[in-house]
Structures are given as structure tokens and as C-alpha cells.
């Protein structure tokens, strides 16, 4: 690895208040809905969160993101830290929102990955997973169905 990083920047534009879209990442509930499987969520500066992912891909183990929001600015922006077990060092995690005409647009960051071949794949995973879990967001707060794999998905898909 070098000590030059690279960054993760995903936007998306969604058709519902910036109110609705802010309570999605920061309300457990609301996140569970769209993003990880089960949440545990003190959004405020300093406040807890956990997130626990159980619903992937039937090739994918279930695993666990959790630590403390460093930055929460009501209906402006999240920040917290993403920690990978055995993955130095640990990345950030950006949400800024934008209101303009009954649509909110999500810019999302998440900064400070190492590269090199051996962080490629890592890098490749979040960023297509980032871009999959948004456009999940879109989907349900517009009134669609979850495109998450379920349980059952699962096991169907381990049983072949």
C-alpha cells in the first residue's frame, strides 16, 4: 500500500423531503428498510451506531460496521467512521443532503482508501455496493419495493 488514498463519490437525486431522506440514515427503522438487515442508531455528534448486514449475496458472510457518529448536522450531513476488521486504516464516511424543488440529492463521500492492487477489489466491492444501497434508497422512498436480497434469496441461492 502507498500513502496516497482514493475516494468513494456517489450522488443521487430522490423524489421525497430532505426530512424523510435524513430520518432514512439516521433513524434504525428507517434504515433497516432500504440498507443494513439490523440498526442500532444514536444520530447525533458522539452518538453509537450499528450496523449489521445479513442480507447479501448467498457467496457474501454477514458482517458488521459500528462506531461513533463524528459529525450529525440536522437534515445537512452524517459523517462516521467505516471500519473493516484486519482492513488499516479506517475510512469516512460522508452524507450531505441538498433540498431543491420536493427532491433531495444525496452526495455521498466515503474517503481515505489506500491504493494498490492488494486495496483494488475492497475499493471495487464499496463502490459498487455504495452505488446498489442508494439506488435502493431511491426505490423505496419513492414508493418501491426493497431489491435487497432476502433471507430466503439466500437460501435458495445456497441450496443450488
Known sequence: MTDETRTI???IVVDAPVETIY???TDAR???RW???KVESDPRTGGSFK??????PADAPIHVREGTYTNVAHNEQISYPWIIT?????????VNFSYKDDSTTVNLTHSGWPTGAETDEIFTIHDQGWGGFLSNLKI????????????MDMKTAAAR
Open 23 to 25: 430520518k432514512a440514515f
Open 140 to 151: 423505496v422512498m419513492e414508493g418501491g419495493v426493497d431489491i435487497r436480497p432476502t433471507a
Open 9 to 11: 463519490n456517489q450522488s
Open 86 to 94: 484486519d482492513f488499516p486504516p479506517v475510512t469516512i464516511v460522508d
Open 30 to 32: 428507517e434504515m433497516e
Open 51 to 56: 450496523f449489521t448486514f445479513e442480507n447479501n
Open 35 to 37: 440498507w443494513p438487515s
